[in-house]
């Protein structure tokens, strides 16, 4: 049987549709689910095994990106999230829905879930930031999202990507935890500054993951380089037929099938 998959949708999230055929594509069965749903409980978080916070500009980015997301997941779903994650289940917030997920507490979660431990903040170049980066998985990482991915090339959209953590000390634990799991790097692979990382990340920090590997955020966008036509120079040079961010999803199903 397919793994069912809850991909969030409503007040400016747009990038569920790619999110949903993403899963699709690697194998469950995504529903588009309205927030109101769930907070009314005619949906429940628990008959799924994936809960997926997609991309866009949730409440127009009031407060902050993913801040009043962030905000009605706790007032109102804060207790179904902690059960959910401590039920071995996976949570995936991309771009906008990683935002949500760090303001929410939920990533990192050094010292647990709801506590604020990090930030993404205004990109360095003070703009949108709509480009296409390298991205190197870290080798010893615990993301379950990202085992046996190599180097790969996705798409990231956004004017608040910058990753800062609390302090020096969230730092520190992030690295020696293995919750680092994707990092901007050059085309060599090697880290390097403004354009190829994007907006400023300390340490080229592009996504991380809580302590146990199960609830994974990420600025850059999967879900918009499944097929080689996505490639932006698939006209141009050889591109294989399936695009690299599947295999994030196609990570995420797996486990969840086992």
Wanted: glycine share 10%; hydrophobic share 40%; charged share 25%.
């Amino acid at each position: 049987m397919r793994p069912r998959v809850l991909v969030l949708t409503g007040y400016g999230i747009n990038t569920d549709l790619e999110m949903a055929y993403a899963f699709e594509r690697a194998g469950a069965r995504a529903e588009r689910v309205h927030l109101n749903d769930l907070i009314s409980g005619s949906v429940k978080l628990h008959d799924y095994e994936i809960f997926v916070l997609p991309g866009g500009f949730s409440f127009a980015d009031d407060l902050g990106a993913g801040k009043v997301l962030a905000e009605r997941l706790r007032a109102h779903l804060m207790d179904e999230l902690c059960a959910f994650i401590e039920d071995g289940k996976l949570v995936l917030g991309v771009c906008n829905g990683f935002q949500a997920l760090v303001k929410l507490g939920l990533l990192p979660a050094l010292a647990g879930y709801g506590l604020q431990e990090a930030t993404l903040t205004f990109n360095d170049s003070g703009r949108f930031e709509d480009r296409w980066v390298y991205l190197e998985p870290e080798r010893d990482s615990v993301c379950v999202f990202t085992r046996g991915l190599g180097r790969i090339y996705l798409p990231v959209r956004h004017a608040e990507g910058k990753f800062v953590p609390k302090d020096e000390g969230v730092l520190k634990r992030l690295n020696a935890q293995g919750q680092v799991a994707l990092r901007y790097v050059d085309p060599q692979g090697r880290r390097a500054g403004y354009p190829w990382n994007p907006n400023g990340s300390v340490q080229n920090i592009a996504g991380i993951c809580d302590p146990t590997g199960r609830v994974f955020g990420l600025m850059p966008h999967p879900e918009a380089y499944v097929h080689k036509y996505h490639h932006p120079r698939w006209t141009r040079e050889p591109v294989p037929e399936e695009g690299q961010g599947l295999q994030i999803f196609r990570n995420a199903v797996r486990y969840v099938s086992v």
